[in-house]
């Protein structure tokens, strides 16, 4: 980096962006262990972590960019190094001097479609609430028990609309009050944070929590786990507190309480994908395999990396809007993975995950060996 006179100079950068946690690192090599790149290709975590414990001057360098913030080294550090955030430090430094290899270019346009429109994928806002165009779904108001935030991708994604319609589905046969933002929803900022642009990811949680308030949001509803984490745990940074639910966690809640009534079992034979940010991130595991087990009389069989050692699918940490050559794709492995236990459907509640999942399922040419399908989808398929 040209404009970065020297090593201590980087280091205050580092340190300053979040990455102090690095100099805890005594090298053990678990990170490396345990990170989903080295099923693919060689990918150390800890030569990143040394670097910049010293001084790192190859910010050009495509690795920066590699991590999906999937949560596996942190949660098996000894050091409590916290790689993500301090990963994250790395990625501001980069944003802050427009240092994009080939693998995150994408990340400015990104940026800029994030500004203009509110969402990652230069879409008009004028069109977000489009996705729910003949249910009936009212704006909400204070009056409501939740507030349905579908999020960027169920907004605007062919594939990933089904899921939001799927929820309204299911929100109106328990007799849910609910309403959404329509056009005024925003981008939760958790992704575009995660690539090292925190003042845009300030500014959209600063619109996002001033509208919430204006409405008087209480609870928030989501269908996507980044939005969970975000405004669950980050958006605590600005002295607020939501209630804020996954559908995962809801849809246990109704059928528990015997608001939500199926008619029939679900057909065929399923298995359940962990999202990172629903459960290394956020701890619910329980939620959804109860969910599943309800709808079908048997609990979900369990693929090998299961639970707090589910595979990331290669979506977080900003991955959703950068290319990966074929071959070192986590999902295919996913896949691979979720074919051997037999399933007939591989279930989930992530957009990301849903994404790289039909891109795999493509790509592999599975066709109608297994189905890749949202929580939301199997639910409305027995209610």
Same mark, same amino acid.
């Given at each position: ?13 580092? *340190? &300053? &962006? ?60 000894? %050091? ?5 955030? &301090? ?5 501001? $430094? ?12 994408? $990340?400015?346009?990104? &940026? ?14 004028? %069109?977000?609430?489009? !996705? ?29 609309? *089904? ?56 609870? $928030? ?25 996954? $559908? ?23 298995? !359940? ?15 959804? %395999? ?28 900003? %991955?959703? !809007? ?46 109608? *060996?297994?189905?890749? *399908? ?10």
């Amino acid at each position: 980096m040209e404009n970065v006179a020297d090593y201590q100079e980087i280091v205050e950068i580092i *340190k &300053s &962006s979040g990455g102090e946690a690095f100099k805890r690192c005594f090298q053990c090599g678990l990170c490396d262990v345990v990170c989903p790149w080295n099923r693919v290709r060689r990918f150390s975590m800890r030569k990143i972590v040394r670097q910049a414990a010293f001084g790192m001057t190859e910010i050009e360098s495509e690795d920066i960019w590699m991590c999906t913030t999937c949560g596996s080294c942190p949660t098996h550090c000894p %050091r409590d190094v916290r790689q993500v955030e &301090s990963g994250m430090a790395l990625r501001r $430094i980069a944003t802050e001097y427009g240092v994009f290899p080939d693998t995150a270019s994408p $990340i400015p346009g990104v &940026s800029a479609s994030l500004t203009a429109e509110g969402n990652p994928l230069n879409e008009k806002r004028g %069109r977000r609430a489009d !996705w729910a165009d003949g249910l009936g779904v009212k704006p909400f108001s204070e009056e409501m028990d939740v507030l349905l935030f579908p999020g960027c991708y169920p907004s605007y994604d062919p594939r990933l609309k *089904k899921t939001a319609r799927a929820a309204v589905d299911i929100l109106k046969a328990a007799g849910v009050d609910f309403g959404t933002l329509g056009v005024e929803e925003s981008c939760c900022g958790e992704s575009v944070r995660k690539t090292g642009d925190e003042a845009l990811f300030k500014r959209l949680a600063k619109a996002n929590i001033k509208i919430f308030i204006d409405r008087g949001v209480k609870k $928030i509803l989501v269908l996507s786990p980044h939005c969970l984490h975000t405004f669950k745990n980050e958006y605590a940074d600005f002295m607020v507190h939501f209630e804020v639910v996954h $559908i995962t966690q809801y849809l246990a809640e109704l059928i528990q309480a015997g608001r939500l009534k199926t008619r029939r079992c679900l057909d065929g034979r399923i298995t !359940w994908h962990d999202p990172c940010y629903l459960g290394r991130h956020n701890g619910i595991y329980a939620a959804p %395999r109860a969910v599943l087990t309800h709808i079908s009389n048997n609990a979900p069989a369990e693929m090998p990396d299961a639970f707090e050692n589910s595979l990331c699918c290669g979506g977080g940490g900003g %991955r959703i !809007w950068m290319e990966t050559p074929r071959g070192e794709r986590f999902a295919d492995i996913r896949l691979e993975q979720a074919l051997g236990t037999g399933a007939d459907v591989l279930v989930t509640a992530c957009p990301y995950c849903i994404t790289n999942f039909e891109e795999s399922r493509l790509t592999l040419g599975i066709g109608e *060996k297994l189905a890749v *399908k949202d929580i939301t989808e199997v639910v409305r398929e027995v209610i």
